[in-house]
């Protein structure tokens, strides 16, 4: 479980295809806190620690990444995981903590594109196209998860919805690196699913 309030922003270190994609991650996390079966959030979608450790002063672990996951998310898509990406981190919640976001699973719905971007003032309006099927559970004012990050819906045209990134956001995850065009990792809010569900048996 996550809130969406990203904390580190990782690199993608080395990708070896070996059945499952293995990918290590670099991380200004302290690795040594870290343990083995632990779960850390990369760009949204849940991912479990199989190895980890230090080498040249970089703090760094290791995921398998399933066949079934590369395709559902953006991590195969044509702006997808390859050396040098910037990946947006966040480490599971643990009791007590602040719950500063939302509640996040980490399981990826689907992946939504970025069709239009505008500087309004110091702020960057992006205008994303979710899949027509998760439309319905987004709805101006409520809370998405885009590549890991608690967000506001700003308005909703269809399949279309806004979000407003303001400075602190670009500079503390990869939403300054956005460009149109970008495939990102949809999840929408549980509350929602489940209000649809039951307006479904209404």
């Given at each position: 479980?996550?809130?969406?309030i990203?904390t580190?922003?990782?690199?993608?270190?080395?990708?070896?295809?070996?059945?499952?994609?293995?990918?290590?991650?670099?991380t200004?996390?302290?690795?040594?806190?870290?343990?083995?079966g632990?779960?850390?959030?990369?760009?949204?979608?849940?991912?479990?620690?199989?190895?980890?450790?230090v080498?040249?002063?970089?703090?760094?672990?290791?995921v398998?990444?399933?066949?079934?996951?590369v395709?559902?998310?953006?991590?195969?898509?044509?702006?997808?995981?390859?050396?040098?990406?910037?990946?947006?981190?966040?480490r599971?919640?643990?009791?007590?903590?602040?719950?500063?976001?939302?509640?996040?699973?980490?399981?990826?719905?689907?992946?939504?594109?970025?069709?239009?971007?505008?500087?309004?003032g110091d702020?960057?309006?992006?205008?994303?196209?979710?899949p027509?099927?998760?439309?319905?559970?987004?709805?101006?004012?409520?809370?998405?998860?885009?590549?890991?990050?608690?967000?506001?819906?700003?308005?909703?045209?269809?399949?279309?919805?806004?979000?407003?990134?303001?400075?602190?956001?670009?500079?503390?995850?990869t939403?300054?690196?956005?460009?149109?065009?970008?495939?990102?990792?949809?999840?929408?809010?549980?509350m929602?699913?489940?209000?649809?569900?039951?307006?479904?048996?209404?």
């Amino acid at each position: 479980m996550f809130t969406g309030i990203v904390t580190d922003v990782g690199t993608v270190l080395a990708l070896e295809n070996r059945g499952d994609l293995r990918a290590r991650i670099g991380t200004a996390y302290d690795v040594s806190g870290i343990d083995i079966g632990a779960s850390i959030a990369s760009d949204g979608v849940c991912l479990t620690v199989v190895d980890k450790g230090v080498s040249d002063g970089q703090n760094w672990y290791d995921v398998d990444i399933s066949a079934e996951t590369v395709n559902l998310t953006s991590i195969g898509s044509g702006n997808g995981w390859v050396v040098g990406k910037r990946v947006n981190l966040e480490r599971a919640l643990k009791v007590g903590d602040e719950l500063g976001g939302h509640i996040v699973s980490g399981h990826v719905d689907g992946v939504a594109t970025i069709v239009a971007m505008a500087d309004e003032g110091d702020s960057t309006r992006v205008t994303l196209e979710a899949p027509a099927h998760l439309a319905r559970f987004i709805a101006p004012k409520g809370s998405v998860a885009l590549n890991g990050t608690s967000l506001t819906v700003n308005e909703v045209d269809g399949a279309n919805f806004g979000i407003n990134f303001i400075p602190h956001t670009k500079e503390v995850t990869t939403w300054g690196d956005a460009a149109v065009g970008d495939a990102v990792n949809l999840e929408v809010d549980t509350m929602a699913r489940y209000v649809a569900r039951l307006q479904d048996y209404a």
